[in-house]
């Protein structure tokens, strides 16, 4: 089994920064793609940001202000968030493609951690 365990989010006023951080461990054989997505109320999961490989993705609204980082040796991500929005407030999910041997990989999700922007 993996487990993904993140750290970070709460309150910050709009126009702030916060740093969300998350590790997987358990049976790992190496990690394809590792990013965050954020669930709004009422609204559907969407990816926010990815890496794999030395490539990274952003979600259009967060391009220019969040940025995503991986330490492969840790197998850990980070996102790194400046100027925050209202609109940014939602639940961020971990999410990890992890290859647990050379015939199986699967998607795993974090519990989720609060963000919450305020004006």
């Known amino acids: 089994q993996v487990q993904l365990r993140e750290s970070g989010g709460g309150l910050v006023q709009a126009g702030g920064s916060l740093r969300l951080s998350c590790a997987a461990s358990?049976?790992?054989?190496?990690?394809?793609?590792m990013g965050w997505y954020r669930q709004a109320p009422g609204k559907q999961r969407e990816l926010v940001a990815a890496?794999?490989?030395?490539?990274?993705e952003y979600a259009a609204s967060v391009k220019g202000r969040f940025t995503v980082s991986r330490d492969n040796a840790k197998n850990t991500v980070s996102l790194q968030m400046n100027s925050l929005k209202v609109e940014d407030t939602a639940v961020y999910y971990c999410?990890?493609?992890?290859?647990?041997?050379?015939?199986?990989?699967?998607?795993?999700w974090g519990q989720g951690t609060q963000v919450t922007v305020s004006s």
């Open positions: 999410h990890a493609n992890v290859r647990i041997n050379a015939w199986f990989k699967d998607d795993y």
């Open positions: 358990g049976s790992i054989f190496n990690i394809n793609t």
């Open positions: 890496a794999q490989g030395g490539d990274t």
